[in-house]
């Protein structure tokens, strides 16, 4: 997102002024960039640790968003779409991120926690993407605007100051946005939050509060009064996300110390061109291996010819009239304008329309470094099916092209390749048209079972009944006062859709063998605890099986370490389960006991409901491009935040049960009420800011009784079913 040497650079001729100077203004705000602040370095440093989400950064953000509204300033926040044109290498910085995960853990066991925490924090194994759609709900619940760029956020930003109308007043991002077209950017805003612990009243802290911009011209100026086109390259040469480093700047043998200005300095004395540049480096290995020079001319024509969504809802190139008949080439194949305004309001992610442009799927290794077979199997070969079902019910409401697409997928772990034929797909879509239920029925049905209609509870257990199944059988409307109008409806048929596709209802509309178990294992839910989602992927897992105590993370530390073969094997699989649940924790960074074992587990959990996500978010979007929805409405993005399966959940509720299993194995007698109070009474010693750890450890315990309701309902459907019944009366005496 930036560019590199640019920004220390650059910061040494930034202004600062007051926050109060941008009173009334509109300000555009990269997403990515803003996010990066709280991620990198980590203001929560065991966050790559334990996964999910920043425990703190709801109220983090809500802060800064209340400064601003009392600064009298109106963000909107612009996230980017869709990759663009031929990715950099995919996993490499990954790789790195993981053994810098690695390496802490490893130090971490040793016993060496402060150095474990530091490089926690440094490894950047958890990106702004990761939490976009978290985001983007906190921007939503504080009535903030946002939307999604076509492609690049920069770009789109550029557009907003640039139009006519000027859309807003000024940007604060990274310095890759000075690539488009823009000269005064804000870098960064200092909110002065240090000072609401002390007695100074908001007026004065808003007084405090101050902005830092960079002046595009005046970098120009000091660099040698060079023109913008080759500032615009000696930024790209310098090395941004668009374009790698160009590597002689890196080679000590060329350049002693590598600087934007150095940079600058190369390209004037070698033609002031970067053509002239690489055909004096021609002889260089990586020059030449890269294919260097294209990969400059595809990026430097991506900013040229960036495609934006206009103010008119067009998605077209910044400089349409000059745009070239293969922009497609260098920034990626065309899809429906109404899908990239779908994209813009959040109601689908840029996951699955990135895999049918680019025609690749990308598997990135998790937190943990991914070093089981079990999951680079799921990853690999059992999550196929899902992928496919998602790709080929988008690809058949697109162009034929789509639908005849093969779809390549490559894991960091393996050079072969798999490939998803989308010709050879049978379109799923024919299977459930018959979802168009509306408003009357759902409520009626809502209120017989006090339930919430429009949840993954009430899509399951209303059709329990066969009677209330049989009218669910709906023909689409024709009629456009008919369509499918309220958020209810929209969701409740794209859940009910989501049902048939995964197996848990038949074409009768009737719940499956698989539904059954699902109804049950919801209905033994005890509302209060949150845990629809955890149940929900606690039955996947089960189809998959993956809920277990099986040996799957030999290699990693964090396994149960006190008692018998027995309490360890009993403690691990109810761990395992409550890897699902979440814990209760004040906003602020997690600090307690660590689980490489339990934090590969929830990369399990985390890919498998990502999955689950794709396919609910195509089974929304293709009931909007088949016209089944009123599209007259002002609530898109309210539907895209409504589906399930957009927050991902960390693993400190399972280090809670394990660390309390392991305590309790050291007492002479386990399962005595006294030996339980005191092993619970220690919970916050061990978690310093759980809210309430006996509260949480019982909640995990009521998610194992609603799991354990689902698995006697299946039968033989669950392996090991006997043995789940063994360690259920072994929890029993433990709870």
Known sequence: MTIRTFDRWASERAQTFPLASLKNAVVGIEAAYYLDRFLTPSQEPLLSAVGGSPLGLKTLIETELTALQNADVTPIFVFNGLECGRKLDPFNAAA????????????????????????????SAVRPQHIYTYFQRILRDNHVDFSVAPYSSCAQLAYLENHSSQFIDAIWGS??????????LITNIDFALQETSTDKPMGSRLESSKFSWISR???????????????????????????????????PQYYRRFSIRETVSMMVSLGRNVTAVCSHYQDDPQVREM???????????????????????KVESQDNEHAPRDVHDFIGQRLPEELYFYLSRGIVGPRTLNWLTSGEINILPPLDGGESDEYRNLVRDQLNPLRAQSLGLLSH??????????????????????????????????????????????????????????????????????AFAAITITAKSKDAPSLLSTEEEVICNTLWRFLQLRGYVDEKHTLTTWGKVLDTTLSSLDSADGHEEAAFLAVELLRLGLLNADAMFPKYDGLPSQGSEEDKRNSLWISRVACLGKLRHKPRGYAGPLSRHLLAYNSIISIVRESLRDLTQTSLVTLLLDGNVNRERDDWTTLGLALPFSEENNCTLAIAVKTYFDELATMPDPTSVKSRDEAK??????????????????????LWDAVFAGVKAAGEEVRDGPMWAEVDKWLANRR
């Open 96 to 123: 790195v991120a993981v053994r810098t995960n690695a390496d802490a853990f490893e130090v971490y066991h040793k016993g060496q926690a402060a150095q474990a925490v530091r490089l926690f924090g440094s490894s």
């Open 175 to 184: 310095s890759e946005v000075l690539l488009f077209d823009v000269d005064k």
């Open 217 to 251: 011209r005046s970098c120009e100026e000091d660099l040698g009064r060079i023109s913008s086109d080759l500032f615009v390259d000696a930024c790209l040469l310098s090395g941004s996300s668009m374009l790698p480093t160009f590597p002689p700047l890196e080679n």
């Open 291 to 313: 294919g260097y020079l294209d990969k400059y001319r595809r990026t430097r024509m991506s900013i040229k010819h960036h495609v934006i969504l206009t103010a008119d809802g």
């Open 397 to 466: 409401s697109l162009n034929r092209y789509y639908q005849r697409k093969d779809i390549t997928l490559r894991c960091w772990f393996d050079e072969n390749t798999k490939s998803i034929s989308l010709k050879d797909l049978q379109s799923p879509k024919e299977s459930i048209t018959a979802w168009n239920t509306t408003n009357h029925a759902i409520k009626d049905r809502a209120s017989k079972l006090k339930s919430i209609p429009a949840s993954l509870t009430y899509a399951v257990r209303s059709l329990s009944e066969s």
């Open 681 to 702: 009474s220690k919970g916050f010693t061990w978690m310093d800011h759980c809210v309430d750890f006996i509260g949480n450890l019982d909640g995990a315990f009521r």
